[in-house]
């Protein structure tokens, strides 16, 4: 561990207690201090010779103080100390006026991935699919949340800074914002039938500009299921090599999912268009991705968009035991190459798919095991097809 990363580890935590000592003096309503530890091992059956690293990591270590200032106002702050570079993900402050609408500001999520917006600790997989990579992760803004119907309909909007795809962002580059929304109906949620109650689509979006340079690009880059780069737009430093962000920046997302006892299906699109130059040329780039994935808990136990909780713990019992599987597809568009990207580095579609089992032992505790292959379909004349084959694991706790 660099020294940098100890006094900023050092600071976050002193800073935590600080804050909890301060909101239990004043008495603030709720306070909730919690956290997560996500251990993982990326084991890959390629050639190490290409780039690929089997390794233990620490791919999550968070901490989150929250609680409620009032009647009207509550506040969320957690950082991550994984992945060697202490990150504050979440700041921010709620204002509920009425019981169905709240006001949100600070960094918090965007309200647009249906598999972004489920905790981490929840994923049917150790890692995301290919549709994420396509989306924000988190961003700074302003939003507004309207529950009506007891759930039955969600509606989203925010103002936000702005960020890439696969990508969170503190402050902004440019003077333009971003506007993003998202709608999300359960409309059998009153239902008593249990086939049916928990069952939800919508759609979500973006509309922003982005404007780089040859310095700073601002341009995302994309990840496999293994975490390793598959796809960069050029940028070699010079006029004529570096493809630089020009203008808008779009996303769309449809998304659903469905879950009845022990199975859980989600399905989500995603389309992302950039406008990018390089010299004298421009173009509007699209790319999409798709993804359906299910698990099944093989105890029976209820499955659903948030925590599973097994229904005999370890010690009275084994614990849930869950299987999954997944498969999806990245594809770029067509005028991608070879003038905006590389073909003989980046492949211009990825078919992605992987199988896991989750045990867990307690309610807040997973041990993950999966196995992910990516097929890497090249641009003609270029580059052979080419896979990534990895195996995950995960040990998990959260308090």
Do not use: C
């Amino acid at each position: 561990m660099n020294r940098s990363y100890f006094s900023a580890a050092l600071i976050f935590t002193a800073a935590f207690l600080l804050l909890t000592s301060i909101l239990q003096a004043q008495s603030i309503q709720n306070v909730q201090v919690r956290g997560d530890v996500q251990i993982d091992g990326r084991f890959f059956l390629n050639d190490q010779d290409d780039g690929y690293t089997d390794t233990f990591l620490i791919r999550r270590a968070r901490i989150s103080v929250q609680g409620d200032l009032n009647d009207y106002f509550s506040f969320r702050i957690m950082p991550n100390f994984g992945g060697g570079n202490p990150d504050l993900q979440d700041a921010y402050i709620d204002f509920k006026p009425i019981s169905f609408l709240t006001f949100r500001a600070g960094k918090f999520k965007a309200p647009v991935g249906l598999e972004r917006l489920k905790s981490p600790t929840n994923l049917m997989l150790p890692e995301l699919a290919l549709p994420t990579n396509l989306l924000p992760i988190r961003d700074t803004g302003i939003q507004a949340t309207g529950m009506f119907g007891g759930g039955l309909l969600r509606i989203q909007a925010g103002l936000f800074n702005g960020a890439l795809d696969n990508g969170s962002i503190n402050s902004d580059y440019n003077n333009a914002k971003e506007v993003a929304g998202r709608v999300f109906i359960r409309p059998f949620i009153k239902s008593e039938s249990l086939l049916l109650k928990d069952f939800g689509f919508g759609f979500a979006g973006t509309s922003g500009e982005q404007e780089g340079t040859i310095d700073t690009p601002r341009l995302p880059s994309y990840s496999s299921g293994g975490r390793q780069i598959i796809f960069r737009y050029r940028s070699d430093g010079t006029a004529e090599g570096t493809t630089i962000a020009e203008g808008n920046q779009n996303r769309l997302t449809p998304q659903l999912y469905y879950y009845t006892g022990p199975l859980g299906v989600m399905y989500e699109y995603a389309a992302s268009t950039h406008n990018v130059t390089v010299g004298d040329n421009s173009a509007s780039l699209t790319h999409t991705a798709w993804n359906i994935q299910a698990s099944y808990l093989l105890t029976g136990e209820k499955n659903g968009y948030g925590a599973i909780h097994p229904t005999n713990s370890l010690g009275s019992g084994y614990g849930a035991f869950e299987i999954a599987a997944r498969y999806g597809i990245l594809s770029f568009d067509d005028n991608t190459y070879p003038l905006y990207s590389d073909p003989n580095r980046f492949a211009k579609k990825i078919n992605a798919w992987a199988v896991g089992m989750n045990w867990y032992p307690t309610s807040g505790t997973r041990l993950s095991l999966s196995y992910e292959q990516s097929i890497f379909v090249t641009v003609p004349g270029f580059q052979k097809n080419d896979a990534e084959k990895v195996f995950t694991s995960r040990i998990q706790v959260v308090f």
